[in-house]
């Protein structure tokens, strides 16, 4: 049995160690917010949490995160207050078809507890592994924009 700790929570699962950490919060957790899109690394649509770096979950075996702490998008709102990215991202209507907005968000929370003020390229540099095929990313930026405006000071 593989103990890993998902969303603030300790889980057991009985998977093979190298099963892609997606596969597992996906199917033996339940936790569908987490995408798949590209499955080799490429696309961003998977992105989480392992000990508060984003990750590619589709090419993070299981057994990368024992021990660790995973953060999904489900795990991100504190009881029923949605993080200030999630409530920026409403604000400024980012999502179209929606497929790749769990993996941008944690990107995107990944950066600002990074670098609370990026500039403008440092978001282009940052985001540009997670790709969205209807073209948000006007939106992205606007709202991780919003949210680091209002850290100022
Ligand atoms: S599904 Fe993981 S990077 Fe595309
Ligand atoms: S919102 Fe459709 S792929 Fe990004």
């Not at 702490?69 to 920026?88: D, F, R």
């Not at 409403?90 to 500039?119: F, H, R, T």
Request: proline residues 5%; hydrophobic residues 35%.
């Amino acid at each position: 049995m593989l103990r890993i700790t998902v969303n603030g929570k300790l889980v057991e699962l009985d998977v093979d160690p190298e099963m892609p950490l997606l596969y597992a919060l996906r199917e033996n957790l339940g936790l569908t917010g987490t995408k798949f899109g590209c499955g080799v690394g490429l696309c961003g649509a998977c992105t989480v949490h392992l000990d508060g770096e984003p990750v590619r979950s589709c090419a993070t075996p299981v057994s990368a995160a024992l021990g660790s702490s995973v953060t999904t998008i489900e795990g991100l709102a504190k009881g029923e207050a949605l993080h200030p990215l999630q409530e920026a991202w409403l604000d400024n209507k980012v999502p179209q078809c929606g497929y790749c907005q769990s993996g941008q968000i944690m990107s995107a929370v990944a950066l600002l507890e990074e670098n609370a003020q990026p500039s403008d390229e440092q978001i282009e540099d940052w985001m540009q592994g997670n790709i969205c095929r209807c073209g948000t990313y006007p939106r992205i930026k606007k709202a991780i924009k919003q949210v680091a405006t209002s850290k100022k000071g």
